[in-house]
Structures are given as structure tokens and as C-alpha cells.
Nanobody
């Protein structure tokens, strides 16, 4: 099970920290990724981290967002800075067993999903 938190409304240029708390699976062996779905658009991968801590970012997230994991607390985090209205979306965390050995932004491979947390960035 994955449960996201930390969403809300923030002014353009501001920051938010999203968290995702995991339970019921061997967290440290899993790849974890943050996805988002903007209004009227398809879901897209934003940032991913594999079981070894290697990370991957979408072009829009690179340099502004930072993904991290805490295997002791079984928590995934996403620090988002310099937010713009284009970042308004529902953000989801997802997990899949790390059998590939690298992080992924491809949603079709993930089999555990959270319910999402809404982020609204206003100008």
C-alpha cells in the first residue's frame, strides 16, 4: 500500500514537499517513481529512484525537483521547488520490484499505486 501526502495550493515560485508512505511490501527492494496527471493530459513520470538510490528525472522536473527515499521509514519524498502553474496536477507514487536495476518513468511497469495527492500552483 502507498499513501501520498503533502499536496496543497502554493503560489507560483514556491515549494512543496510530497511524501509517500509504504507498507505491505519489501520497500528497500523496490523502484519507486512519482507520476503526475495534469488536467486533460495523460499521466507522466516525473522522478524515479531505484533500490540503489540511482535517480531519473523528466525534462520538466530536472533541476527543480528532488526525489529521495528513506528505507528505514519506508518513505518516498519529492521536494519540488520553483513551481509554476504548469506543475498543477494530481501526483501519484508508484512501486515495482527492482528487477531491472535502474529507475523508470514508464508507468506501465508499476504494480503498486497510491491514491494521489493534488498540487495546485496559482499565479
Amino acid at each position: 500500500q502507498l499513501v501520498e501526502s503533502g499536496g496543497g495550493a502554493v503560489q507560483s515560485g514556491g515549494s512543496l514537499r510530497l511524501s509517500c508512505t509504504a507498507s505491505g511490501f519489501y520497500f528497500s527492494r523496490y523502484c519507486l517513481t512519482w507520476f503526475r496527471q495534469r488536467p486533460g493530459q495523460e499521466r507522466e513520470g516525473v522522478a524515479g529512484i531505484d533500490s540503489q538510490g540511482h535517480t531519473i528525472y523528466s525534462d520538466s522536473a530536472r533541476g527543480r525537483f528532488t526525489i529521495s527515499r528513506d528505507n528505514v521509514k519506508t518513505t518516498l519524498n519529492l521536494e519540488m521547488n520553483s513551481l509554476t502553474p504548469d506543475d498543477t496536477a494530481t501526483y501519484y507514487c508508484a512501486a515495482m520490484e527492482d528487477y531491472r536495476g535502474h529507475p523508470s518513468l514508464s508507468g506501465g511497469q508499476f504494480d503498486i499505486w497510491g491514491q494521489g495527492t493534488l498540487v495546485v500552483v496559482y499565479s
